[in-house]
């Protein structure tokens, strides 16, 4: 599949004992430095490859370097686009679905917590509750035991009051303030 490219000039040689490696050497070592042009190579009808050559003396044909530069087709530029801001879409989900794992998480652990201080004012509670119910039951055993000291409770033993005597309000009394005049030379404030 390999063909010659046409070549601008043939390579000169001195002898025919020079090998093409050496000539080629020589002559891009021997060359004055110019800047290089990128030139748009096109094969040679009906030239043979370098290597398939067997005739010494023939001219070499130069190789340049082919551009690098290639126009890629619409759709080809459309997928590529397509693909970076799926990336990037990706990337902002990926964050996005961290963020709310995390978020429920810290509320999953914060819930929790909340829920063992709730549980544990709770028991508190019926404990006190239990406490208070032990205790008057205390009392009520203490009343009813007959070396308490204590009274049943009897009509006999009920005191009644009298409502006292309905009192009438007198207005109370208001002073009257008599002001000073001021003097108009006064100053009204500092």
């Known amino acids: 599949m390999a063909t010659a490219l046409r070549s601008q000039r043939p390579v000169a040689r001195d002898s025919p004992r020079d090998s093409p490696s050496e000539t080629l050497r020589e002559r891009f070592t021997n060359r004055p430095s110019a800047p290089r042009r990128k030139a748009h190579l096109q094969p040679v009808q009906g030239a043979t490859s370098v290597r398939n050559r067997k005739t010494p003396n023939a001219p070499l044909a130069a190789v340049s370097q ?13 997928l590529m686009q397509a693909q970076r801001g799926s990336l990037v879409v990706t990337f902002a989900l990926v964050v996005a679905t961290l963020m709310v794992y995390g978020g429920t998480m810290y509320m999953q652990q914060l819930w929790g917590k909340e829920y063992r201080k709730l549980k544990t004012m709770q028991r508190s509670e019926r404990q006190m509750l239990a406490a208070s119910e032990v205790l008057k039951n205390q009392i009520i055993q203490q009343a009813e035991s007959p070396n308490s000291g204590l009274v049943a409770k009897t009509p006999q033993h009920t005191l009644i009051l009298e409502s006292a005597p309905i009192r009438t309000v007198k207005p109370a009394a208001i002073p009257v303030v008599i002001r000073a005049e001021a003097s108009t030379n006064a100053p009204l404030g500092y």
């Open 66 to 78: 082919l551009s690098t530069a290639r126009l890629l087709p619409n759709w080809l530029r459309l």
